[in-house]
């Protein structure tokens, strides 16, 4: 097969496009997708700051990496979760921080248990109505959130691709989760002082294309998986869409960029986002719908009186 701009030998056929490309012609045309993006749902501006989620994954990785050759002033931060097995945290860490040096970008790194005094997986052990990706998941937002607002940068990117928003949208859909279809965009707009611009610039790339930039490019990333995400739902919906996408190429594309012209068309009507009233959290003072503290201040308040319990307890056998 041969590239359909230059002729060459073609490494990648993108059948939802039917557009076979070279190498060359590859790794200029996802910039391309990815400049569009930011372009077409008004992410940030060019001499904008922009803070990248980084995992050390193939996708957020290489988003950083294009963000960085388009010309942004592109920073990463990494959240260290602690998680051991495979010893997926301290791996993932070092591709992240090896990324930074060999561009010569900033990163920052935090380390959940330095900071907060234990790991997610710990904190999650305690099981308390919420999973070990809810509680990684607020944990992550809320760090991200305070660094991204502290630093005074315009946006917070995540490496979320078309495949991840597809499977949440079908998930959503499935479920008629109203408020989350509301909210599902590719850019949510900062709605408080202290809540960031969050934008998703991957969202017109499959995770096929992802994987293939990451390797073309020659990044080094993680290969695993987080430990955790092994059954997710969104995972067995995204084997879903694919079956589907061998079928009828371009079937996922089609599902997930029709709701956002249905959205921004107006056409979901009954979907329009409720506005809801956000007060500030009493201690770290991000918003929150909550009338004191917020979910993640209660998180390790809750964490701390177990702690003391606990050592109380020891204690007392010991006397
Ligand atoms: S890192 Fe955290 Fe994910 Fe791992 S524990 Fe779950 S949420 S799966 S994106
Ligand atoms: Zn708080």
Redesign the pocket.
């Known amino acids: 097969m041969k590239c359909r701009k230059c002729g060459k030998a073609a490494v990648i056929n993108m059948r939802q496009h039917r557009l076979a490309l070279c190498q060359e012609c590859f790794l200029a045309w996802v910039p391309e997708q990815v400049q569009r993006a930011i372009e077409r749902f008004d992410m940030f501006a060019p001499n904008d700051r922009v803070l990248v989620a980084v995992?050390g994954g193939k996708d957020s990785l290489s988003l950083w990496d294009i963000l960085l050759r388009l010309g942004y002033a592109a920073d990463g931060v990494y959240i260290n979760?602690g998680?051991s097995d495979g010893e997926y945290s301290d791996l993932s860490q070092r591709r992240a921080e090896q990324f930074a040096r060999q561009y010569g970008a900033t990163l920052h790194v935090i380390d959940v248990a330095q900071r907060y005094g234990r790991s997610?997986p710990e904190v999650a052990r305690r099981k308390r109505g919420r999973s070990?990706?809810g509680t990684?998941?607020l944990v992550?937002r809320h760090i991200m959130n305070e660094l991204a607002c502290e630093a005074g940068y315009s946006a917070l990117a995540t490496g979320h691709n078309m495949d991840d928003e597809a499977a949440v949208l079908f998930q959503n859909a499935l479920h008629w989760a109203t408020g989350y279809l509301a909210r599902q965009a590719p850019v949510l707009p900062a709605s408080h002082p202290r809540l960031a611009c969050k934008v998703k610039p991957l969202v017109r790339l499959y995770e096929r294309e992802m994987a293939a930039y990451a390797l073309v490019r020659g990044i080094d990333y993680i290969y695993a998986?987080?430990?955790?995400?092994k059954g997710?739902t969104t995972l067995f919906y995204k084997d879903l869409l694919n079956e589907l996408e061998v079928r009828s190429p371009g079937a996922k594309q089609q599902f997930y960029l029709h709701f956002l012209q249905a959205r921004n068309e107006g056409r979901l009507l009954p979907l329009e986002e409720q506005e809801v009233e956000l007060g500030e959290c009493t201690r770290c003072g991000q918003p929150t719908t909550a009338p004191e503290l917020c979910a993640f201040c209660r998180l390790w308040e809750v964490e701390t009186a177990a702690q003391n319990r606990h050592s109380h307890a020891a204690r007392t056998e010991g006397l």
């Open positions: 995992s979760l998680i997610i070990t990706c990684c998941g992550k998986e987080c430990p955790y995400s997710a």
